[in-house]
């Protein structure tokens, strides 16, 4: 059966009965005749996920046509811009196993207005997401893993990945499980999955851009001008286009059907806004 | 006083003044929490936790910043998975492995509502290969057609990361159903 028959056809139940309209309406009303004796002020703020921000959200329906310069090269000419940007990312300083917060900062566009959305992933508590695209506030998410296909990484798992390109594809592709009937493909989102909006470390950043650089099927676009104006290599696998400035290993933008993200800047942070609480 | 007049937002931020304003809320919004509880968790345990979800948000009131003309219902459905996530956890003391990252469905009450058995088999099959965020997000949007854009927030991932990853996860999924077609028709 197709997917989408599926699962309209077990989408179907039933409206409530009354008596449960009425039993959930009982309760609360008495709860708020009590919040009205007792104001909730101090009462413990519960976590509710990002679904109370996404209210009011329109996806622009004009899909943004990526801007690509230059003439389209072959797989051996992607491979070596990958392995260029590996060079340029393992050369940076850093490694932050025990940092607190990892802060990103990064522009995407909708009806027309660019929004800046700052993230702040928390080693091992709540991440919080400033994003005025979302919600006028500062919100709180709730511990967040790194995804990779199939699994997902903490932070500390994240630096106990090898750094040896074939044993990290090794593990990546393991990772996957089985996904879809194109594994490459997947290696191939994994890659910035795991470079975006993540902690790792140069070496890991170098082993991911290597992994890349053995993907089949990467077409080199050439140079690309991203939206802060920046110049990168583009390499492109189906729908998805990374801009690498290879000279620093930095992802500088992405597009997957039609979306695009520009990565201004992420580091780490020894703290994070505390969530809006009004 | 019935605010029926009222948007979402307005009874929102009136309700902090004036908590007994929530109940409009509920009057609006009622049969589709509940419906989100019963495809996740069945009927029996929606009808015990609507109130529940009604609760907690009222209690929520102070923190949510809605948005002008928003729906809150994107907002209660957050909050219904809260709610569901827990009533697992109370459920299965037992196992330590309910955690944050834990699917909010009860597979049980979900094949226990479903009568044809090709269907229980089939979504069990196509969805059993997903992570948790991706079930979440392939859910939302197919069982309570929120937009990608909605999805994308409610996780806290950036909206190219959720088309990818909700691509991805279809694809998945409708291999495994191909895979089981292939496998039905040998036997």
């Known amino acids: 059966?197709?997917?989408?028959?599926?699962?309209?056809?077990?989408?179907?139940?039933?409206?409530?009965?009354?008596?449960?309209?009425?039993?959930?309406?009982?309760?609360?009303?008495?709860?708020?005749?009590?919040?009205q004796q007792h104001p909730a002020r101090g009462k413990r703020a519960r976590h509710y996920g990002l679904l109370a921000a996404a209210a009011a959200l329109v996806i622009a329906a004009a899909v943004l046509v990526p801007s690509l310069a230059g003439s389209s090269g072959s797989s051996a000419q992607a491979a070596t811009v990958f392995r260029e940007a590996a060079r340029s990312a393992g050369q940076q300083p850093g490694g932050w196993p025990d940092a607190p917060y990892w802060h990103s900062v990064s522009t995407y566009q909708r009806d027309g207005k660019t929004f800046t959305r700052e993230i702040w992933i928390s080693h091992d508590g709540t991440s919080v997401l400033r994003d005025p695209g979302v919600d006028p506030g500062i919100m709180a998410l709730g511990p967040e893993t790194f995804p990779a296909g199939g699994s997902q990484f903490t932070w500390d798992q994240l630096y106990a990945l090898p750094t040896d390109p074939t044993q990290l594809a090794g593990v990546l592709r393991r990772g996957i499980h089985g996904a879809g009937a194109d594994d490459d493909s997947e290696l191939f989102v994994i890659v910035g999955d795991l470079l975006r909006e993540s902690p790792a470390p140069p070496s890991l950043r170098q082993a991911l851009y290597e992994v890349a650089a053995t993907v089949p099927g990467v077409t080199s676009v050439g140079t690309v001008v991203d939206r802060d104006g920046r110049t990168g290599q583009g390499l492109q696998r189906n729908d998805q286009l990374y801009v690498v400035d290879t000279s620093s290993g930095q992802l500088l933008q992405e597009e997957s059907q039609g979306w695009v993200s520009t990565y201004e800047s992420q580091g780490p942070a020894t703290s994070a806004p505390a969530a809006t609480t009004r | 006083m019935e605010p029926n007049g009222l948007s979402d937002t307005e009874i929102l931020i009136r309700s902090r003044a004036d908590p007994e304003l929530f109940a409009a809320l509920y009057r609006r919004h009622a049969a589709a929490v509940y419906r989100y509880l019963a495809r996740?968790?069945?009927?029996?345990?929606?009808?015990?936790?609507?109130?529940?979800?009604?609760?907690?948000?009222?209690?929520?009131r102070f923190q949510v910043t809605p948005h002008v003309s928003a729906s809150a219902l994107p907002w209660l459905y957050g909050i219904a998975g809260n709610v569901v996530r827990e009533h697992l956890r109370r459920r299965s003391r037992a196992s330590p492995d309910v955690g944050p990252g834990v699917a909010v469905v009860d597979w049980d009450a979900v094949n226990a509502r479903l009568d044809a058995h090709r269907l229980r088999e089939e979504l069990g099959v196509a969805l059993s290969v997903l992570t948790a965020t991706e079930l979440e997000l392939l859910l939302l949007v197919a069982w309570e057609q929120l937009s990608p854009a909605e999805a994308a927030a409610a996780l806290g991932i950036t909206p190219v990361t959720a088309r990818s990853r909700l691509h991805r996860a279809r694809l998945r999924a409708q291999a495994e159903l191909g895979v089981l077609a292939t496998t039905t028709e040998e036997i």
């Open chain 2, 40 to 60: 996740r968790v069945g009927t029996f345990a929606a009808e015990d936790l609507l109130g529940d979800v009604f609760v907690a948000a009222l209690s929520g």
């Open chain 1, 1 to 35: 059966m197709n997917l989408d028959t599926l699962l309209d056809s077990t989408a179907t139940v039933a409206d409530p009965p009354d008596s449960a309209f009425e039993h959930g309406l009982k309760q609360l009303e008495m709860a708020a005749a009590s919040s």
